[in-house]
């Protein structure tokens, strides 16, 4: 049932990357979600914020903030189409989110390459689900560019 549940959100983020993609952004959607609902979606808005913190997560990471009233995420689970950055590591840790769960690793620029240890000690990862569909869109994006 978990997996099924994880599946849904997942793909509430590949919408966001959708989004992100057809707006000419890095196609990155994250969504926040509490006691089983969303309750922040969010995807890159780099170039059209011209602010290179506008990464999904940390705008995601915002809108949870002001929804719940509080800077920090106890009980929610972030859903993100590429693993965070070292930056939104960061963020996730100080916001001490308890699970993140992503679809596609980043090995160049993604914080499992400096390790667990930049998350909160009690933050939970799972990866992997709905990889194909994510790595399929960062790829495309990025062939566009190249032409």
């Given at each position: 049932?978990?997996?099924?549940?994880?599946?849904?959100?997942?793909?509430?983020?590949?919408?966001?990357?959708?989004?992100?993609?057809q707006r000419?952004?890095?196609?990155?959607?994250?969504?926040?979600?509490?006691?089983?609902?969303?309750?922040?979606?969010?995807?890159?808005?780099?170039?059209?914020?011209?602010?290179?913190?506008?990464?999904?997560?940390?705008?995601?990471?915002?809108?949870?903030?002001?929804y719940l009233?509080?800077?920090?995420?106890?009980?929610?689970?972030?859903?993100?189409?590429?693993?965070?950055?070292?930056?939104?590591?960061?963020?996730?840790?100080?916001?001490?989110?308890?699970?993140?769960?992503?679809?596609?690793?980043?090995?160049?620029?993604?914080?499992?390459?400096?390790?667990?240890?930049?998350?909160?000690?009690?933050?939970?990862?799972?990866?992997?689900?709905?990889?194909?569909?994510?790595?399929?869109?960062?790829?495309?994006?990025?062939?566009?560019?190249?032409?």
């Open positions: 049932m978990a997996l099924l549940t994880d599946e849904l959100y997942m793909r509430e983020a590949l919408k966001q990357a959708r989004l992100a993609f000419d952004e890095v196609p990155i959607g994250a969504v926040i979600v509490s006691e089983g609902l969303i309750i922040a979606k969010a995807h890159n808005q780099v170039e059209q914020l011209c602010d290179v913190t506008a990464h999904a997560e940390m705008l995601a990471i915002t809108a949870a903030s002001n009233g509080s800077k920090y995420l106890h009980g929610c689970t972030l859903y993100v189409t590429l693993e965070p950055c070292p930056m939104c590591a960061g963020a996730l840790r100080w916001a001490q989110i308890d699970r993140i769960v992503y679809a596609t690793d980043d090995p160049k620029g993604g914080f499992m390459r400096f390790g667990k240890t930049m998350l909160h000690p009690t933050t939970e990862i799972s990866f992997g689900l709905c990889q194909e569909e994510s790595q399929t869109l960062l790829k495309h994006f990025f062939q566009s560019k190249r032409l």
